[in-house]
């Protein structure tokens, strides 16, 4: 299961996203989901991910951070999304160990929404 994104300019501008499709993609695939953060964004999870920009074939270093807000709502925050992204653009998360990695990575691949591929 993959969990997919589209980004609006606000969550490049706030750098937070509404977890919306990622709830259960964490759940499948993350040691930790949503279910296990504690609210407010001083308790957020973060993981070692992969960044792939738009029409680029490299992988840059990147960190996914999990968290609820005081109010419980799910968000996630993406490091560097907003140098790669623009909006309309469509994240997509896997979660995967690459040929040159040891563990699990998050695996984010930035898609320009009104290419076809």
Do not use: C
């Amino acid at each position: 299961m993959n969990a997919a994104i589209n980004i609006k300019d606000s969550m490049l501008v706030k750098f937070t996203i509404d977890a919306g499709e990622m709830v259960p993609f964490a759940k499948e695939h993350l040691p930790i989901n949503y279910d296990d953060i504690k609210l407010g964004g001083a308790n957020k999870v973060s993981f070692h991910a992969e960044l792939k920009p738009k029409d680029s074939n490299e992988w840059l270093p990147s960190r996914l951070n999990l968290y609820k807000t005081k109010r419980g709502d799910k968000r996630l925050s993406i490091q560097h999304l907003n140098k790669y992204a623009s909006h309309g653009d469509k994240i997509l998360f896997d979660y995967a160990t690459p040929p040159d990695k040891e563990v699990p990575t998050v695996l984010i691949s930035i898609y320009n929404s009104e290419k076809k591929d």
